[in-house]
T-cell receptor, first 111, second 111 residues
Framework: SQQGEEDPQALSIQEGENATMNCSYKTSINNLQWYRQNSGRGLVHLILIRSNEREKHSGRLRVTLDTSKKSSSLLITASRAADTASYFC???????????FGTGTRLTIIP | DVKVTQSSRYLVKRTGEKVFLECVQDMDHENMFWYRQDPGLGLRLIYFSYDVKMKEKGDIPEGYSVSREKKERFSLILESASTNQTSMYLCASMGGSYIQYFGAGTRLSVL
């Protein structure tokens, strides 16, 4: 079952601009993660934010979590061509090791 | 670095064939997962395993089975391949952190 829904489905921006993508989910969560997938490859973990955290940074990535709205956003600053990929949010719930993934945002960085 | 290796990047099989997809991880992780990924549907969980010889059905187990005889290896079996099983198959492993580590994927075509 799909828990997360990313928005927008696709995003194209100029290199150097910031990219923001959003994720909404339906049920209470323990953690929320963001993953990146380059075309035709496996997913790579980017960042994990716990349900009691509101914001987290890792390099050029900034993730926010609003549990009252059941939503999260991923901001990539100063985008590069190498950031072109699909981005997925994934959630887990307490006592459940399974992740539920959204359908992803396809990000294209235009050089 | 965690390494998850899927035995084939591309496979072409005929309808009715028995198909084995192999996945090996090198981090002594308890949990392993098989997903399929289709355009517009995101990642859907087929089966997962939380220990040797233990398995649980995911969201779409029909037409698939799994085997986990050793901790590092998790196999997905298509008993009688059908054209609607043409897809990208992704294997992942997970330790205690809820972070999943993915293989590069196997693109399976069933003709």
């Amino acid at each position: 079952s799909q828990q997360g829904e990313e928005d927008p489905q696709a995003l194209s921006i100029q290199e150097g601009e910031n990219a923001t993508m959003n994720c909404s989910y339906k049920t209470s969560i323990n953690n929320l993660q963001w993953y990146r997938q380059n075309s035709g490859r496996g997913l790579v973990h980017l960042i994990l934010i716990r349900s009691n955290e509101r914001e987290k940074h890792s390099g050029r990535l900034r993730v926010t979590l609003d549990t009252s709205k059941k939503s999260s956003s991923l901001l990539i600053t100063a985008s590069r061509a190498a950031d072109t990929a699909s981005y997925f949010c994934a959630t887990d719930s307490f006592g459940n090791e399974k992740l539920t993934f959204g359908t992803g945002t396809r990000l294209t960085i235009i050089p | 670095d965690v390494k998850v290796t899927q035995s084939s990047r591309y496979l072409v099989k005929r309808t009715g064939e028995k198909v084995f997809l192999e996945c090996v991880q090198d981090m002594d992780h308890e949990n392993m997962f098989w997903y399929r990924q289709d355009p517009g549907l995101g990642l859907r969980l087929i089966y997962f395993s939380y220990d040797v010889k233990m398995k649980e059905k995911g969201d779409i187990p029909e037409g698939y089975s799994v085997s986990r005889e050793k901790k590092e290896r998790f196999s997905l079996i298509l008993e009688s391949a059908s054209t609607n099983q043409t897809s990208m198959y992704l294997c992942a492993s997970m330790g205690g952190s809820y972070i999943q580590y993915f293989g590069a994927g196997t693109r399976l075509s069933v003709l």
